[in-house]
């Protein structure tokens, strides 16, 4: 049977619109044409917020790295805690009876450990009114050891006045003492947080800190440097000089210790002075130290004239309030200058951390090479949040703890390339290793957690041995994970160092 129309007439017949209309799926956006084509469009409409990002103020050159590296010592939210026992710079404090409890950080000197950068942006300390510390066994042993030095040096002092005045005294005394050691442990143990606690021991006793907050700035390659030759008698014919780094270093010296170094004058140096001082003007070393911090290329003559000064044996017609205070230098993530670091040498050699001159001072006072004639600390942290391989110097770290223990140092690894620099360098240090706190201890610091308003949950033996038992033993960072992250349901919060020492 033959259709009464043909096909042509069977088409659709689209009527011309001046208006497409719109059908819509999804992301995609169907457009029927005029001529019944559709045409797919795939682009997405502009939100407002987008359009507002593209006209807001770019932010200024450093703002999110100064953003990235705020320290915040203080919550208004959280509550006072009272009765924390008081660092003080005196001595003779019975500091064995405060073991166990929590030691408030004055906050006289905040100011100065924020300037060397003690406190690290891993700490929680915005969670608490004030920042406190645990005075655990090993940060009472070390505040004992930084005593002994302050002993030593007045006797030392004493008995040289006893000589000039005709008094007799038995025997030779023996120079100051330099106590010297390396924090290691696990993570989260509370390495950082010892030499912040030494910090602020040394700040009060108005000695003069040295602090390297990172040591790997000095090695992975950031910063300018420069060759400095040298006799070719020395093992060294060539070493670098980082001019810019020595020149924020002096800075936070100068700012830091401005009131032992305002105090304190610049006698006749060794070697010439790189920039003349002002006619009439008493150059003291806080002045010094600042016109180092001002002139980049003079920077690292004027650090060694400084040290020198700085460790001028005190001698005895100086008062007492003008002789030179002991002097505490502390550096955190040790690993880093034990090893070859990211700078390349002319012929394109990677160069030795120990190559570089101050990294090479550093090592000498770390190993005693270089003394501190007026007494002192040397104090050294490893890292395990920001490690780095250097098997010379985890065989050297192994030795040192296992001559601590009393027990049989390893060998070096026949088959591993042995770096001869780093085992001269660790070959008489002392090693500190720090593990997990004890139960009272645990007690103590969650009790602390709970009176800052972080810790809903009562504080029990079932809650101590919980949270001890989740810590791994003890760490004092995974307490802190375990019962303030755990209470307020953050458990994929960052994790925390740990805030005691």
């Not at 799926?25 to 045409?39: N, V, Y």
């Not at 060397?116 to 645990?134: E, G, I, K, N, Y």
């Not at 001159?357 to 600390?377: I, Q, Y």
């Amino acid at each position: 049977m033959a259709l009464a129309r043909c096909w042509s007439c069977l088409r659709p017949v689209v009527r011309a619109s001046t208006r497409p209309r719109l059908v819509r799926w999804r992301t995609m956006t169907l457009r029927i044409l005029a001529d019944g084509r559709p045409s797919v469009s795939f682009r997405k409409k502009k939100k407002d917020h987008v359009a507002a990002q593209k006209n807001a103020r770019p932010p200024a050159r450093g703002e999110r790295k100064a953003l990235r590296k705020r320290i915040v010592l203080s919550n208004a939210n959280a509550l006072e805690v009272r009765g924390l026992h008081q660092l003080t710079g005196e001595r003779g404090a019975d500091v064995a009876a405060a073991q166990g409890r929590m030691a408030a950080i004055p906050a006289a000197v905040q100011e100065q450990l924020r300037v060397v950068r003690a406190f690290r942006t891993t700490q929680r300390w915005s969670a608490f009114r004030a920042p406190a510390t645990l005075l655990t066994s090993q940060s009472v042993r070390l505040i004992q050891e930084m005593e002994s030095v302050e002993e030593s040096a007045d006797d030392g002092s004493n008995a040289s006045d006893a000589n000039e005045a005709g008094a007799h005294v038995d025997g030779d005394r023996p120079p100051p003492r330099t106590f010297s050691t390396v924090f290691t442990g696990e993570r989260a143990t509370g390495k950082s947080t010892m030499l912040l606690l030494a910090m602020t021991l040394a700040f009060l006793k108005r000695w003069i800190v040295v602090n390297v907050p990172e040591c790997q700035e000095l090695t992975m390659a950031h910063t300018d440097y420069a060759p400095v030759h040298r006799s070719t008698t020395t093992a060294a014919p060539v070493v670098y000089v980082q001019k810019k780094y020595m020149s924020a270093l002096l800075l936070s010296i100068a700012q830091a210790n401005e009131a032992v170094l305002s105090t304190l004058h610049l006698e006749q140096p060794d070697r010439p002075l790189p920039a003349a001082p002002r006619p009439g003007q008493t150059l003291t070393l806080h002045g010094l130290a600042m016109m180092g911090a001002n002139d980049a290329d003079i920077a690292w003559d004027v650090f060694e004239i400084l040290w020198a000064e700085m460790a001028r044996p005190t001698t005895t017609t100086e008062p007492a309030a003008l002789r030179r205070p002991p002097i505490l230098l502390a550096m955190d993530g040790l690993s880093h200058l034990m090893r070859l670091s990211y700078y390349r040498s002319p012929d394109f050699h990677l160069i030795h951390a120990h190559d570089l001159l101050f990294v090479d001072h550093l090592m000498r006072c770390l190993s005693g090479a270089e003394p501190l004639p007026n007494g002192g600390a040397v104090l050294a942290a490893t890292s395990r949040s920001n490690v780095i391989t250097a098997s010379t110097f985890d065989v050297a770290l192994r030795q040192a703890e296992a001559r601590v223990a009393g027990e049989d140092p390893p060998e070096y690894d026949p088959f591993r390339p042995r770096d001869d620099r780093v085992a001269h360098v660790m070959r008489h240090v002392h090693a500190t290793k720090l593990a997990g706190v004890t139960r009272d201890e645990t007690r103590t610091l969650l009790e602390y957690y709970a009176a800052s308003g972080l810790l809903r949950a009562r504080v029990d033996d079932r809650q101590v041995a919980e949270k001890w038992s989740l810590a791994g033993g003890g760490v004092l960072g995974e307490v802190e994970r375990a019962a303030v992250a755990g209470s307020w349901g953050l458990s994929g919060m960052k994790r925390p160092v740990a805030k005691a020492a």
